[in-house]
């Protein structure tokens, strides 16, 4: 991404709204790819994510873009069925601005231009909805803009495949899908089951 690139982050909300509507009560205990994250931190993840995207896609810095995202196990309050559609809109329209993608803004207590930090979130959209839906057994295709933006930050951030930017890169095949390619970068073995 660059300072005149934008990406609509809608479509990529929307599928994770609807992965969101698919996990059963039952479903908030279980693991995710994520060794430290049930199903219930992972959506606390989102939705704390989500908040702290929009404010940095505002330049409404505070508390929410201040906060690293190591400071706490995330979790999922009362209302969150609801609540985590709601701030997933509300980044997607933030994004919409092209003043978002300009400048420079801060987010997980770092500040880095607008462009870059939209393509960090792009990332984290798409990897966690993977994450959330091989957890859940939903059926997940991301968003191919939001794919291609993420690959292309998980890319350019692995510069270290023994350390990766999320952990270990996972070798798969050049061949492979590219879905199956990012999640590689991101640390995560696509084939990873519950």
């Given at each position: 991404?660059?300072?005149?690139?934008?990406?609509?982050?809608?479509?990529?909300?929307?599928?994770?709204?609807?992965?969101?509507?698919?996990?059963?009560?039952?479903?908030?205990?279980?693991?995710?790819?994520?060794?430290?994250?049930?199903?219930?931190?992972?959506?606390?993840?989102?939705?704390?994510?989500?908040?702290?995207?929009?404010?940095?896609?505002?330049?409404?810095?505070?508390?929410?873009?201040?906060?690293?995202?190591?400071?706490?196990?995330?979790?999922?309050?009362?209302?969150?069925?609801?609540?985590?559609?709601?701030?997933?809109?509300?980044?997607?329209?933030?994004?919409?601005?092209?003043?978002?993608?300009?400048?420079?803004?801060?987010?997980?207590g770092v500040d880095l231009p607008g462009a870059v930090a939209g393509a960090v979130v792009a990332d984290e959209l798409v990897i966690h909805g993977w994450d959330l839906a091989r957890a859940t057994g939903q059926e997940y295709d991301p968003d191919p803009d939001a794919l291609r933006a993420a690959y292309g930050f998980l890319l350019a951030a692995a510069d270290?495949?023994?350390?990766?930017?999320?952990?270990?890169?996972?070798?798969?095949?050049?061949?492979?899908?590219?879905?199956?390619?990012?999640?590689?970068?991101?640390?995560?073995?696509?084939?990873?089951?519950?």
């Amino acid at each position: 991404m660059t300072a005149t690139t934008t990406l609509d982050l809608g479509p990529q909300t929307r599928i994770l709204t609807a992965l969101v509507a698919g996990v059963r009560d039952e479903q908030l205990a279980d693991g995710t790819p994520c060794p430290d994250y049930a199903v219930h931190h992972m959506l606390g993840h989102l939705s704390g994510l989500a908040t702290a995207f929009r404010d940095a896609a505002r330049k409404d810095l505070g508390v929410t873009t201040d906060t690293s995202p190591e400071a706490a196990v995330p979790d999922i309050g009362p209302g969150w069925r609801e609540q985590l559609p709601e701030v997933l809109d509300e980044l997607a329209d933030a994004w919409r601005d092209p003043a978002a993608w300009i400048g420079m803004t801060r987010a997980g207590g770092v500040d880095l231009p607008g462009a870059v930090a939209g393509a960090v979130v792009a990332d984290e959209l798409v990897i966690h909805g993977w994450d959330l839906a091989r957890a859940t057994g939903q059926e997940y295709d991301p968003d191919p803009d939001a794919l291609r933006a993420a690959y292309g930050f998980l890319l350019a951030a692995a510069d270290d495949p023994d350390r990766g930017i999320f952990g270990p890169v996972v070798l798969v095949p050049d061949d492979a899908p590219l879905l199956d390619r990012a999640l590689g970068l991101s640390g995560r073995d696509p084939g990873w089951k519950p």
